[in-house]
């Protein structure tokens, strides 16, 4: 099955520190990757899409890479803050449609 | 702008009570779809549509059914409501941009429980 799967369930990291998630895919080499952001009891907010000939995307604080030797994404948040804390998702395109990864709660401490 | 707008935001259902779930954007999106999102599952894609008058499978389909007849509405029912059924159930929408379809709107949500 083509799986997207992200490693950490929860992560903690002091304030000022980079925050970096990981989203690993088999079996296929996606197109493009996205990523959101959710807060609880809300619907995700896209954040950033790679297309997989592009190594590493930016906006503002977060950045994303897309290695496709590695079958990885990573997510990173520099100069992390509190208002920082969600659950970051990770999606995978095939066609039309999105199928997500089960999230990484993010948590940051001040 | 509202965006993508989901009602109700909450329900409770008896089994086998059927019920609509009512998504509308005002984006001009071509296309729409449905999701449900469970602990540990993460989000599930239930159906899908590429346009008005159009309707696709996702991995989750068994228990529901969908219509798009008009661009902006897209209803997503449950003929008999079962416990397993019990979710939030999120709606979003989304356009081409390059050829690929670009980042979701997603609406707020509607959390059901089926008792």
């Known amino acids: 099955s083509q799986k997207i799967e992200q490693n950490s369930e929860a992560l903690n990291i002091q304030e000022g520190k980079t925050a970096t998630l990981t989203c690993n895919y088999t079996?296929?080499?996606?197109?493009?990757l996205q990523w959101y952001r959710q807060d609880p009891g809300r619907g995700p907010v896209f954040l950033l899409l790679?297309?997989?000939?592009?190594k590493e995307k930016r906006k503002e604080r977060l950045k994303v890479t897309f290695d496709t030797t590695l079958k990885q994404s990573l997510f990173h948040i520099t100069a992390s803050q509190p208002a920082d804390s969600a659950t970051y998702l990770c999606?995978?395109?095939?066609?039309?449609?999105?199928?997500f990864g089960t999230g990484t709660s993010l948590t940051v401490i001040p | 702008n509202a965006g993508v707008t989901q009602t109700p935001k909450f329900r409770v259902l008896k089994t086998g009570q059927s019920m609509t779930l009512l998504c509308a954007q005002d984006?001009?999106?071509?296309?729409m779809y449905w999701y449900r999102q469970d602990p540990g599952m993460g989000l599930r894609l239930i159906h899908y549509?590429?346009?008005?008058?159009?309707?696709a499978k996702g991995e989750v389909p068994d228990g529901y059914n969908v219509s798009r007849l008009k661009k902006q509405n897209f209803l997503l029912g449950l003929e008999s409501a079962a416990p397993s059924q019990t979710s939030v159930y999120f709606c979003?929408?989304?356009?081409?941009?390059?050829?690929?379809?670009?980042?979701?709107?997603f609406g707020s949500g509607t959390r059901l429980t089926v008792v």
């Open positions: 549509s590429v346009g008005e008058g159009t309707t």
């Open positions: 999606a995978r395109a095939t066609g039309n449609q999105f199928y």
């Open positions: 979003a929408s989304s356009y081409l941009l390059g050829g690929q379809v670009y980042g979701y709107t």
């Open positions: 984006m001009n999106h071509e296309y």
């Open positions: 079996n296929y080499s996606p197109a493009y």
């Open positions: 790679i297309r997989e000939n592009e």
